[in-house]
């Protein structure tokens, strides 16, 4: 299987779904704008949901390699949060059609049982940071679902705002966005 002819699909297909929404891009127009044909696309994947969950999959691995540059487990724990913080909001920003697609995925059917384990997963990068500044007594006792939610909810929406141009984002106003989300979860 050739990769670069799996990546062009789903490439195209992120960019049909974050602009028209998973009903309104069919596998037939997905495999006209990839310029495969749309049974080439099924040699790939068995269905459209399977290249969806991919699409979802290949962007998360994405997002999260980018996030984790130049990241130091070192680093204390202010430190740390700041950066995973800043570096989510900036690859947003960098990369539009990949978060209208993260977010339609994450507010849809296909994303709930997603949704729901990245929320309870306490082995994830962030969640360490939250479990182990509770252990420093530098982190509110709140649940980490909770702790994500102030820390996750203002930066997408920000994003989500930006990308939309509600407001143009610039570096003071996302680091002020940082703080007060750091600021929601410190003791």
């Not at 049982?113 to 509110?140: A, L, M, V």
């Not at 006792?141 to 939610?149: D, E, G, R």
């Amino acid at each position: 299987m050739n990769q670069d002819k799996r990546e062009d699909i789903i490439y195209t297909a992120m960019e049909l779904i974050a602009l028209q929404g998973f009903h309104s891009a069919p596998m037939a127009m997905i495999a006209e704008k990839a310029k495969v044909a749309v049974g080439t696309i099924y040699c790939y994947f068995r269905s459209k949901d399977n290249l969806i969950h991919a699409t979802y999959s290949c962007l998360e691995e994405r997002m999260t390699a980018s996030i984790m540059e130049h990241y130091s487990e070192r680093w204390p724990i202010p430190e740390r949060y700041h950066h995973i913080c800043r570096e989510l909001v900036n690859f947003f920003l960098l990369m539009p059609m990949e978060f209208r697609f993260i977010e339609q995925f994450y507010n849809s059917p296909y994303g709930v049982t997603s949704r729901c384990e990245r929320i309870n997963d306490n082995k994830d990068i962030i969640s360490r940071i939250f479990e182990e500044g509770q252990q420093q007594q530098i982190i509110k006792n709140l649940p980490s679902p909770v702790l994500k939610a102030l820390t996750f909810g203002p930066l997408i929406d920000i994003c989500r705002n930006h990308i939309l141009r509600y407001f143009e984002l610039d570096v003071p106003t996302i680091t002020g966005t940082v703080e007060a989300c750091w600021d929601a979860i410190r003791l």
